[in-house]
């Protein structure tokens, strides 16, 4: 899937499909879904940033707070960066601290 131009939003709708761009902070004291910061959305998570991992381990928490599949997220890009964008299809719940339309 190729990246969205989200530059004056930190997230968009295809359908069903929630895009999103995330500032990723690595080896966190707790993971936790931050604030909007510009056009990302803080996570952080507890995962060292070695080799993508911590991106993985983000995965796996967006999937059980958003109530979905690990497979229901795609890493469009920033598997080894903070700044990453990602799909996630058909999201069951979303975080009550951040406004998504």
Do not use: C
Not at 39 to 61: E, I, W
Not at 74 to 101: C, M, T, W
Request: without cysteine; proline residues 4%; aromatic residues 6%.
């Amino acid at each position: 899937m190729r990246a969205r131009d989200l530059a004056h939003l930190f997230y968009e709708w295809e359908g069903d499909v929630l895009v999103v761009n995330i500032l990723g902070t690595p080896a966190a004291k707790r993971d936790v879904i931050g604030k909007v910061k510009g056009n990302q959305l803080k996570v952080s998570v507890k995962a060292q940033p070695q080799n993508g991992k911590a991106t993985d381990y983000m995965v796996v928490f967006l999937a059980k707070e958003l109530g979905v599949s690990t497979s229901a997220i795609e890493v469009v890009y920033g598997r080894e960066s903070i700044h990453k964008q990602l799909r996630i299809k058909a999201p069951k719940k979303l975080p009550d601290n951040i406004e998504f339309e």
